[in-house]
């Protein structure tokens, strides 16, 4: 089993940064690709960012240059590096730890809210 602990969320004003961190335990951390996903109220959750084992990362276009995905195998944690915030950036945003293969599994952290409100 993976257990993933979100933090760092909270409010910011529009133009505003935050920096989300998640922390994994269980399982082996540097097999597994890592994700960030958000989800607002009456919307579908959405991926932000994801980070595959050998450090590539990739965006959708709703993030791309503002938002940076990064990971540390050592302290086994993923962070989100968020600037430039707007609005429509507010979100409860969910760490993923994802593992492929012949034996796919998906592993979600709690949450943690992301208000971005002058």
């Known amino acids: 089993q993976v257990q993933l602990v979100e933090s760092g969320g909270g409010l910011v004003q529009p133009g505003g940064s935050l920096r989300l961190s998640c922390a994994a335990s269980g399982g082996i951390f540097s097999i597994y690709a890592m994700g960030w996903y958000r989800q607002a109220p009456g919307k579908q959750r959405e991926l932000v960012a994801v980070?595959?084992?050998?450090?590539?990362?990739d965006y959708p276009d709703s993030v791309k240059g503002r938002f940076t995905i990064s990971r540390d195998n050592n302290k086994r944690t993923v962070d989100l590096q968020m600037k430039s915030l707007k609005p429509e950036d507010t979100a409860v945003y969910y760490c993923?730890?994802?593992?492929?293969?012949?034996?796919?599994?998906?592993?979600w952290g709690q949450g943690t809210q992301v208000t971005v409100s002058s």
């Open positions: 980070v595959a084992s050998d450090d590539r990362a």
């Open positions: 993923n730890a994802h593992r492929g293969g012949n034996w796919p599994r998906d592993y």
